[in-house]
Every structure is written in structure tokens, then in C-alpha cells.
């Protein structure tokens, strides 16, 4: 199956999805801001503020935030 038929096929399928929801996570993976991480209290991050996060944490570096070596979090967590 080449590109076109295979793209063809998915619109056929999504034409007779029925399901709002699932219309709705189709249109959101679609737009590229589906969940990729999830926060340490289980809060979901999508692509785009995962990717602000991450951003974030290396502006703060940049600027000096304290950092820790794997031995020092191993000291932390194991001690």
C-alpha cells in the first residue's frame, strides 16, 4: 500500500468514527499536543509544556540554579 491509499484508508475511518472523544484525541494528536510526560503528582503534560518545562529547567541552570551530581542525588534518595 502506497502513502495516498494508506492516508485514504485512515480518512475512510475517521469518517465514520462516532465517538466525540475519540474525535477529540485524534484532533489532538493530530495538532501535535498529545500527553508525552507526566508530572512527580501525575498531573499529564502535553508535547508543548513538557517541551516549556524543559526549556524552563535549562534557563534556570543557565542562570545558576544549584544542580547535583548522580552521587550527591544517590547520597539523597539512598541515604
Known amino acids: 500500500m502506497n502513502i495516498e491509499q494508506h492516508k485514504t484508508q485512515i ?7 462516532q465517538d466525540e472523544k475519540l474525535l477529540d484525541e ?3 494528536v493530530l495538532n501535535g499536543n498529545y500527553i508525552v510526560a507526566y508530572t512527580i503528582d501525575g498531573k499529564p503534560l ?6 516549556n518545562h524543559i526549556e524552563s529547567i535549562s ?4 542562570n545558576g540554579a544549584k544542580t547535583f551530581t548522580t552521587e550527591e542525588v544517590r547520597n539523597r534518595i539512598f541515604a
Request: aromatic fraction near 4%; glycine fraction near 0%.
Open 11 to 17: 480518512i475512510q475511518k475517521v469518517q465514520n468514527i
Open 46 to 51: 502535553t508535547k508543548n509544556q513538557y517541551v
Open 26 to 28: 485524534i484532533d489532538t
Open 59 to 62: 534557563e534556570s541552570i543557565a
